[in-house]
């Protein structure tokens, strides 16, 4: 799914990556901890997090993660958006929880990586 | 070819600076990405460990033809347990660490899982060493 459909979908808005919203996302890990997220290996992975910090960039550029959906009604802090756009991650922000986000993209044929 | 980055005690904003610099060395070096995402994973979260528990530390980077070493030495409290420290689940991380997302007792275990060797030594009072290896393909 592209991810200009997830927005879609989501409700999202889209924050930093405005021209990345034709990139495939295949599957998705939901996870407000970043050693989880350290542990995932898949590309074309979109992270659903609440955890607003400069570290939940950190953790995507380390895990070659390069879309986040930011649940929860949480809101990119200018730092996050700056170190996104330097590496090229997408962020969207939505005012859902993270089980009815998740529940939005499993139903919309979304994988989870296990 | 050596890289040495300091590590900040209690600094969170730049808790994977040095990964991230490194990360970029190892991209210029042509290194498989799949590597480079196991080292800069191991790395990092050893940043973390020393930005969380320690009173600072630095990162010392050999890369060479068939390996990446990267050597985590910081002053601090040391581990008096090594072995509990590597079992998943197990921290003494403090709710500063666990808002940012750390501190459930992983980072050790991930860093075994991405490193083709790890040896940690410890004295208390004193600090922590970490040395992490990843070999590197044959080229060719």
């Known amino acids: ?114 | 070819m050596r890289f040495e980055y300091n590590i900040e005690s209690g600094n969170f904003t730049k808790a994977g600076d040095a990964s991230s610099s490194f990360k970029k060395i190892l991209k210029q070096l042509n290194v498989d990405p799949q590597i480079i995402k196991r080292i800069v994973v191991s790395m990092y979260e050893g940043e973390v460990n020393i930005v969380a528990h320690a009173n600072g530390g630095k990162v010392i980077c050999d890369v060479d033809t068939s390996r990446v070493q990267i050597k985590l030495v910081d002053v601090g409290p040391g581990i008096p347990d090594i072995e509990k420290a590597m079992q998943a689940g197990y921290s003494t991380a403090s709710a500063k660490v666990r808002e940012m997302g750390f501190g459930a007792g992983m980072g050790l275990q991930n860093i075994k899982n991405n490193a083709d060797n790890l040896i940690i030594s410890s004295k208390v009072g004193v600090g922590t060493t970490l040395e992490i290896i990843v070999n590197l393909p044959k080229a060719g």
């Open chain 1, 1 to 114: 799914m592209k991810l200009r459909e997830i927005a879609t979908i989501l409700n999202a808005e889209v924050v930093c990556g405005h021209t990345k919203l034709e990139r495939e996302v295949e599957a998705v890990f939901a996870s407000d901890l970043m050693s989880d997220v350290l542990t995932i290996d898949s590309e074309k992975l979109l992270l659903l997090t609440g955890l607003v910090n400069i570290q939940t960039i950190r953790t995507s550029e380390m895990s070659d993660i390069k879309n986040i959906v930011l649940v929860r009604n949480k809101k990119a802090t200018p730092d996050m958006i700056a170190l996104a756009e330097e590496n090229r991650i997408v962020i969207m922000q939505c005012s859902y929880s993270m089980y009815k986000t998740s529940g939005i993209l499993f139903q919309n044929g979304l994988n989870p990586v296990y």
